[in-house]
């Protein structure tokens, strides 16, 4: 455990909070984030989730921007559902994604883990673009990587981040159950 990971820590637990509650300040403690664990993972030679975080980095100006034009006169972000054909489609992608990825770090680099990385690489990439455009599909993506990241940190002695991740899975389930209530 090291300081930046516990600066980090802090910054992702609330960061989702906000993010479950549908809030805009949700992005502020998000850019502050994945800019540190861009550097724990780099260290950690974790490149798929190091790479991820500068996505990360992008992908929450846009949903800053798209959760700002989209809020309604009470406050509140809306929540869509996907239909099942675009569901399908993410699906598959997602899952041709991770084994495209997945072989190209195992591959190309000296990645501790590229298979397991490169998935929850992949899921999260999907999954931030979902909650980007705020669809409730973004929260069984999240719990699938919160399930496969917990093991990979702790693997890495990344503990705090584990635990962080565990944190992770419960509000993604609140996440879920929220969005669910109030999508349109």
């Given at each position: ?131 980007s455009r705020r669809a409730w599909e973004c929260w069984p993506l999240w719990i699938a990587v919160d399930l496969l990241a917990i093991p990979l940190f702790l693997v890495k002695g990344l503990y705090l981040t584990a635990g962080l991740y565990c944190l992770f899975l419960a ?14």
């Amino acid at each position: 455990m090291t300081p930046i990971e516990a600066v980090a820590t802090l910054l992702g637990l609330a960061n989702v909070t906000l993010v479950v509650r549908r809030s805009l300040w949700n992005y502020p403690f998000a850019l502050a984030m994945v800019s540190l664990y861009a550097v724990i993972f780099l260290r950690e030679r974790l490149y798929s989730d190091a790479l991820l975080q500068g996505f990360y980095f992008v992908v929450n100006g846009y949903g800053w921007w798209n959760w700002r034009r989209a809020k309604a006169d009470a406050g509140e972000v809306p929540v869509v559902l996907l239909p099942d054909r675009a569901r399908i489609a993410w699906g598959i992608g997602a899952v041709l994604a991770a084994l495209g990825w997945g072989a190209l770090m195992h591959r190309m680099t000296d990645a501790a883990f590229p298979w397991w990385d490169g998935t929850i690489a992949v899921l999260s990439i999907v999954a931030q673009i979902l909650q980007s455009r705020r669809a409730w599909e973004c929260w069984p993506l999240w719990i699938a990587v919160d399930l496969l990241a917990i093991p990979l940190f702790l693997v890495k002695g990344l503990y705090l981040t584990a635990g962080l991740y565990c944190l992770f899975l419960a509000l993604s389930v609140w996440g879920a159950i929220d969005w669910n209530k109030a999508r349109a």
